[in-house]
C-alpha cells in the first residue's frame, strides 16, 4: 500500500462531505435506504431492522446499529470497518481513493488542510455556543423553579390566612424574594433571546 504521505482524516473528510452516499455505494455497501427514518437489516452484521442511517448521514456518513443489542454508531469511515472490517487506516486509505486524493497534489493538499482545520474550528465554536446555551438554560430552569417554590409558599400562606380569618378574603402581597426571583427570571429570558437574535444577524 502506498504511503498517504500527509494526508489525514480531517482533510478526506472535508473532501468527503456531502458524498458519503456515493462513496459508500462505490467501495461496495448496499444500502436499503438512505432515509434516516427507517430501519434496515445491518449492511454488516445483517439482522431485520436494526439499521440506520444518521439525519447527516450525507455529510458525516453517520451511522448506527444496534448490533446483538450491543448499539454501535460512528461516521462515514467505521462503517467501512463494521461492514468490511477495515482498519482505521485501511478506511481513510479507500475514501482517499475514491475521491482521488491520494494523487493530489502538495497545493490540493494544503488547500484541503486550511478547509478542514477552518471547519474543526467552526464546530468546535458550535459546541462552545451550545454549551453556554445549555449553562443558560440549566440556570434558567433552576431559578424558575425557585420561583415556582416561592409563589407555591406564598398561596400557602394565603390559604392560612384565608382559613384564619374566615370572613375576610385576604391577600398577601408578593414576598420579596418572589419579586426578585421574577425579575432575576424575566432578565434571564431577556439575555437569551438578546444571544438568539444576535446569533441570527451573524
Ligand atoms: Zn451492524
Redesign the pocket.
Known sequence: MKPLNYIGFPEVRTAAAGRWEGIHRALGIQLATTSHTKHTP?P??GGRD??RLDATYQDTGRWI?G?GGDT?AGDGFSLLG?VFGWTPLEQLKAVADYLGLSSANDKERETLRRKAEAMQAKMQEDARRLDEQALRDSNLLMELRELEDQIRHRQYLQRQAHKATSLYRVCITPLEDELSAACAVNTMILESYAHYSAGANQ
Open positions: 445491518c454488516g452484521c436494526r439499521f446499529c448490533g454501535q463494521h
